[in-house]
């Protein structure tokens, strides 16, 4: 039986679970002291604050650390990397340190990698920040100085890939699948025999605004430069303060549905208008692929809501059948993902070379 610790960190909290073999013992989201955080200027110097609360988690859930198989975490700094797994070493984690846009997942690695190390066991990254697989066409954005940076939902995406696959009776690689991932940020990718070949995330969700369309992006641009707002207002705007917060002023669905009960005409439209927005996602996703796709998976927070599954069923099924994968699957992912490397059922890859006959544990 394996033993697995599971390391998922966000910007202010580290989700993580223990598990033998693919069966979840225990998972909690450990908070980290914001006022602590808030003066550090890199997330690197959060991280005894993160090992300690990780270490506390394994002593009051008695689980003793020399017992573990091995540790995975998500992460990976960004950049180009393999779908899959990778070996955390030292080659990866100095990526971890030194990748230009710094994310707070990058730190798992890291933590993983030390404890690992301590403990004489390997440590994984699993579909990790930074994935990929996207064919050529898809990185063309018709500005040359600005290529599209393939980035999705990797984790949770390719995860609703594979539940979507063993729902028709296969395995991921056995068909053409559209994920669209609905939360706080939303993103839709095309998932062709296994590869992630493009991803968007045009549509505005609960708290972006999506990509600017092209006919209100010449007012947007002007907006940049009027003087009226700083460059931290833009970013708000794009990341956090768009979508539902823009037009009704909450991310929380749950709200926006008793609003809409309550008659609020203001709350339907923008409603109304996330769902047209999110199936022109799933339709330019679908189209990728020339139409030929097997299963539209809709998972992520948001896929809770029945009304939202409705909406968006009622305008995507006819290009494929619809399956509801609702909540976040990454922790089974990570888990599951590391014990097929463990098993050899996959090979792992290492930072700055490819997967090799002998890339086993």
Do not use: W
């Not at 609003?259 to 996330?274: N, P, V």
């Amino acid at each position: 039986m394996y033993k697995i610790l599971v390391l998922n960190p966000g910007s202010t909290s580290t989700k993580v679970a223990y598990y033998e073999d693919a069966v979840n013992v225990c998972e909690r989201n450990l908070d980290v002291d914001r006022g602590a955080i808030a003066g550090m200027k890199d997330i690197f110097d959060q991280m005894d604050l993160r090992k300690a609360t990780i270490q506390k988690f394994l002593e009051e859930e008695h689980i003793r650390p020399e017992e573990l198989s091995f540790i995975v975490s998500r992460g990976g700094g960004g950049g180009n990397l393999m779908a899959g797994g990778y070996l955390i070493d030292e080659a990866l984690v100095q990526h971890c340190y030194d990748y230009d846009t710094p994310h707070a997942s990058s730190l798992g690695p890291v933590i993983a990698y030390e404890m690992g190390k301590k403990l004489g066991i390997p440590a994984f990254i699993y579909d990790g920040e930074g994935v990929n697989e996207f064919i050529p066409e898809a990185c063309l954005s018709g500005f040359k100085d600005f290529p599209i940076a393939p980035g999705s939902h990797t984790l949770n995406a390719k995860a609703a890939a594979r539940i979507g696959a063993a729902r028709l009776g296969g395995k991921m690689e056995d068909y053409n699948i559209v994920v669209c991932h609905l939360g706080g940020g939303s993103s839709t990718s095309a998932h062709r025999k296994g590869r992630l070949i493009d991803s968007t995330s045009d549509a505005y969700s609960a708290e972006r605004a999506g990509g600017v369309p092209f006919m209100a992006l010449i007012g947007f641009v002007a907006g940049c430069f009027s003087g009226k707002y700083t460059h931290k207002d833009i970013l708000k705007m794009i990341m956090g303060g768009g979508g539902l917060v823009a037009y009704l002023g909450t991310s929380d669905l749950r709200e926006v549905e008793k609003m809409i009960d309550a008659g609020d005409e203001a709350a339907k439209l923008a409603f109304d208008g996330m769902v047209y927005a999110q199936a022109k996602d799933i339709a330019a996703m679908s189209s990728t692929m020339d139409m030929d796709v097997d299963a539209i998976v809709l998972t992520g927070g948001m896929a809770h809501s029945k009304r939202l599954v409705d909406a968006l069923t009622a305008r995507v099924s006819k290009i494929a059948p619809v399956i509801v994968a609702a909540g976040s699957h990454e922790m089974d992912s990570l888990a599951t993902g590391g014990i097929r490397l463990m098993n050899h059922e996959e090979k792992y890859h290492k930072f700055g070379k490819d997967s090799s006959e002998d890339a086993y544990v």
